[in-house]
């Protein structure tokens, strides 16, 4: 893989950690906005930051009536918002005209699927399966040991918070990590504590 190919594969990730965090606080499903045919979060963009000119660029995006909510200081990346009866594509060309943004985003909403398998009672809604032939992959699958698969995902409930509803297609075959247990200690010692099933490594928990 090429350093361009690494570096957009970055980029990508960051926007969808920061994208993912944006969403998970918002207290209502919010009236979305289409642009450019994609659904999208009104009164909100994601921009990257020239590190050397970042005290310029606030100042500029302030006083055009943005107000900064969350900085990202790691990868260069800020969250705005500005008033919802400015559209995106308005809050857009005035962010990128500011001296010291090279990137300016809007928050892109998608629709997530439930995790595919041969046990999925969401299987006819998902009809990206089938255009990538998962079912001719999971008639394979009876000739090999068990398979983990690691999900890089905006989380899964698997049922351990109480007063919650497991996730259906998942509860029954997550992974569980054998050396260790629910009881705020790192039993396997591998520095990570009541890894039982994964790790959140960007809020750096078990959540």
């Known amino acids: ?24 606080t918002l207290a209502e499903e919010p009236v979305l906005e289409i642009v450019n045919g994609r659904k999208v979060l009104p009164g909100n963009l994601i921009v990257r930051v020239d590190k050397a000119r970042i005290t310029e660029v606030r100042d500029a995006l302030s006083v055009r009536g943005f107000e900064l909510i969350k900085a990202f200081a790691r990868v260069d990346v800020e969250w705005w918002r500005f008033d919802s009866r400015t559209t995106v594509p308005e809050a857009l060309d005035v962010a990128r005209r500011i001296p010291g943004v090279p990137r300016a985003y ?11 398998g041969r046990n ?16 001719q992959a999971w008639k394979l699958l009876g000739a090999f040991d068990p398979i983990v698969v690691a999900l890089a995902d905006t989380g899964m409930n698997v049922g351990l918070t109480t007063g919650t509803d497991p996730h259906l297609d998942l509860k029954d075959n997550i992974y569980t990590n054998p050396g260790e247990i629910l009881d705020n200690e790192d039993n396997d010692e591998n520095g990570y504590t009541d890894d039982l099933h994964g790790w959140d490594c960007y809020g750096g928990d078990n959540g």
């Open 120 to 135: 999925d009672a969401y299987y006819q809604k998902q009809y990206a399966l089938r255009l990538m032939d998962f079912p």
């Open 1 to 24: 893989m090429s350093k361009s190919h690494v570096k957009g594969f970055a980029n990508t990730l960051v926007l969808v950690i920061c994208c993912s965090c944006l969403l998970s």
């Open 106 to 116: 809007p928050v892109a909403v998608y629709e997530l699927f439930s995790a595919p």
